[in-house]
């Protein structure tokens, strides 16, 4: 299992601090978020994405090791945060959604992340991904997307964080950079994962772009 060899299986000091960066920035998007969602008595990450990070971290934390020690830490650090946005979108997430699923707002979010547990699984088996790198980016693409859909339903922008925007912008665009110069050489090979890195920063930037004109135009 895991035989095949990809750029995700190199590491040079460049890219070891590159992913390093980019951990820290995505902690702290975490943490704004959180804050927020504490001050506006709501959640700061579209549904679905929640449901996907959260599988993410436990899949590749407690079923799933890393083999780096310093990588098990973070992701069960990712966890432990994490888990503070489950209990958000618990506690406040119920009067977003449209009446006919308010009553079953539990049960989706549960069934959700039973789907998104064996998706990450069964996508780690089909396709050997080393470590979820592969299902991580690919989960930062739907996550991107949902942003800017999850900002138009909430046009006050409770819940949402600025800080928690440009920072995750950063730092994926930070780890993408870092993975393109590993993959460069065989663009046919990694042709997809170009294609997610410029298109997580193409939603990034718009979520960023509505968010500052949307604070702009409020204040």
């Keep these: 299992m895991n035989s095949r060899k990809s750029a995700w299986d190199i590491e040079t000091p460049a890219t070891m601090v590159a992913g390093i960066i980019a951990d820290v920035l995505w902690m702290l998007a975490y943490i704004f978020t959180i804050r927020v969602g504490f001050r506006d008595h709501s959640y700061g990450v579209p549904l679905v994405a929640v449901c996907l990070n959260f599988t993410w971290e436990l899949i590749f934390s407690l079923v799933i090791r890393p083999k780096s020690k310093l990588r098990m830490g973070l992701t069960l650090l990712w966890l432990a945060i994490d888990s503070v946005i489950v ?58 997307i949902l942003f800017v859909f999850l900002f138009f339903s909430r046009p006050d922008m409770r819940g949402l964080s600025y800080a928690a925007a440009w920072l995750k912008m950063i730092g994926t665009a930070i780890l993408s950079a870092g993975n393109f110069w590993l993959m460069r050489k065989e663009e046919q090979k990694y042709g997809f994962f170009m294609f997610l890195f410029g298109t997580i920063f193409l939603f990034d930037v718009i979520y960023v772009s509505l968010m500052w004109h949307a604070r702009h135009a409020g204040g």
């Design 87 to 144: 209990y958000q979108l618990l506690r406040y997430g119920r009067g977003d959604q449209i009446p006919q699923l308010q009553p079953y707002f539990v049960w989706i979010v549960l069934g959700t992340m039973v789907l998104a547990a064996i998706g990450h699984v069964t996508f780690y088996y089909t396709y050997e991904d080393p470590g979820g790198q592969e299902d991580a980016f690919s989960i930062n693409l739907v996550m991107s």
